[in-house]
């Protein structure tokens, strides 16, 4: 593992937390009363979208992204499609898993879906970058011992955070305290957005720290 490696990492992670606080502030100046609160979903999609374009252009850029086996047009074609599908299938999963959780089922639908889509955007569209439209892939990196780079070990870092991060920014909702951030599901995206962010910084920090005890199998 070379160090060069880290610091690529360390840089491509400050740029999407960044990214983040941009994506925050960026609609002072096109939406009149904008906060993160009262325009939430203004919030949300400028998040996910500013999140998801740095993403795609990260990886591509530093060369994370699988090579393609070819490079034909229906090939190119065939893997973006997947690639859409598959984010896609993810935001139901993410969808129905919150539903099953108590999210409201038709009250509220269209917020409900908004933040599956922002977990989509912190978890799957990381491996559709990082590893392609590729499931066994996916399965294969968060099975133990599947990390095959420091990369994978980030994918499963920042995934997990922002997981248990969505899942703490519910605690906070049935509780009768009024505040505009209970209202569903404005603690959850928070909460999902912190971790994912606490995640970005752990991961390279976590993989340097035990850089000498990790060891990758050759991919």
Known sequence: MKDIEIKGMVSAHAIIAITILLATLAPTLFVDNYSVYGTHLVWLYSCCSAVAAVNIALYALLGVSP??????????????FRSFMYFGFSCLIFHGIVVLYGAPLIESALETFSFAVLLSTFTTLRCICMLGPNVQAWIRVFSKNGAMSI??????????????????????IPLDWDRPWQ?????????????????????????????KHLTYKSK
């Open 151 to 172: 990369w994978d070990t980030s994918l499963q870092i920042t995934t997990l955070c922002s997981v248990i991060g969505a899942w703490f920014g519910a605690f906070p």
């Open 67 to 80: 090579t393609p086996k070819r490079h034909t047009l229906s090939y190119k074609v065939t893997k973006l």
């Open 183 to 211: 209202v569903w599901p404005v603690s959850c995206t928070l909460g999902a957005t912190f971790g994912f962010v606490m995640g970005l910084l752990v991961a390279p920090s976590w993989i340097y720290w035990y850089r």
